[in-house]
């Protein structure tokens, strides 16, 4: 999965000349509350958020913009890992995030909606099977040792997720497995002296995953 696969043009950018007329009819037509702001040869400039303008539609872009302009901050490198994308919209509170090239040309956006989609996918969500999460010290972590213990019962990593505890000396693991019934697997784990902290057969959770999912996507409404 790579940015460039997510990046849409359908929210066109405004320019610094632009009036601000355009982009009230940009905000209204396709229902965001940001819009990427370009220079005249198409550089990222800032996002014009739509809570900035003024009531004078006939004020420039460029009178409200450079109050605010924050620069390639909120601009992500189209070469970049696409999970970058998860901290830029927590930091924006944007229901988009501008994408750059290596010149700082502006390549498109990326929804919110467009983005959860493909994680999703890449999550394998909608493939069956089960999910399990292990406690592992980083000194102890071996994807490669995890892949084994799980194909020795029978079984096979969909995907998986991977993040560090709090004080930064262990990781939590979470597997996609595509089991039903992980008890072969979970014994396997506990005779190696992994701990297991959590297991979710697809009854569980495949029913909370599509409401939560549906809420955000809800939300987003891009």
């Known amino acids: 999965m790579e940015i460039r696969d997510l990046i849409s043009k359908k929210i066109q950018p405004v320019t610094l000349h632009d009036k601000l007329s355009k982009a009230f009819k940009q905000f209204e037509k396709l229902h965001v509350d940001t819009l990427p ?7 990222y400039i800032a996002l014009l958020r739509k809570n900035m303008l003024d009531n ?4 420039l872009v460029s009178d409200i913009v450079e109050k605010f302009v924050t ?14 994308i998860i901290s830029k919209y927590h930091a924006l509170e944007s229901t988009i ?18 983005y959860m989609e493909m994680f999703s996918a890449s999550f394998s969500f909608v493939e069956p099977g089960s999910i399990l999460t292990l406690f592992i010290p980083k000194t102890d972590y071996s994807m ?3 892949a084994q213990i799980v194909e020795s019962e029978g079984g096979a990593i969909l995907s998986s997720i991977i993040h560090s505890s709090e004080d930064n ?13 992980l008890s072969a697997i979970v014994q396997s784990f506990e005779r190696h002296k ?4 959590a297991r979710f057969s697809e009854r569980d959770y495949q029913d909370v ?8 996507m809800n939300y987003l409404n891009v």
Not at 37 to 43: I, R, T
Not at 56 to 59: I, M, Q, R, S, V
Not at 209 to 216: H, P, Q, S, T, V
């Open 37 to 43: 702001v370009v220079d005249e040869k198409g550089k």
């Open 56 to 59: 004078d539609p006939e004020l």
């Open 71 to 84: 620069g390639t901050r909120e601009a992500i490198r189209v070469d970049e890992h696409f999970y970058e």
């Open 97 to 114: 995030v501008p994408i750059v090239d290596k010149d700082n040309k502006l390549l498109g956006v990326v929804s919110g909606q467009r």
């Open 144 to 146: 490669a040792e995890i």
């Open 169 to 181: 000396s262990a990781v939590h693991v979470t597997l996609k497995i595509n089991l039903n019934n």
């Open 194 to 197: 992994y701990k297991v902290i």
């Open 209 to 216: 995953l599509k409401d939560r999912f549906d809420e955000l």
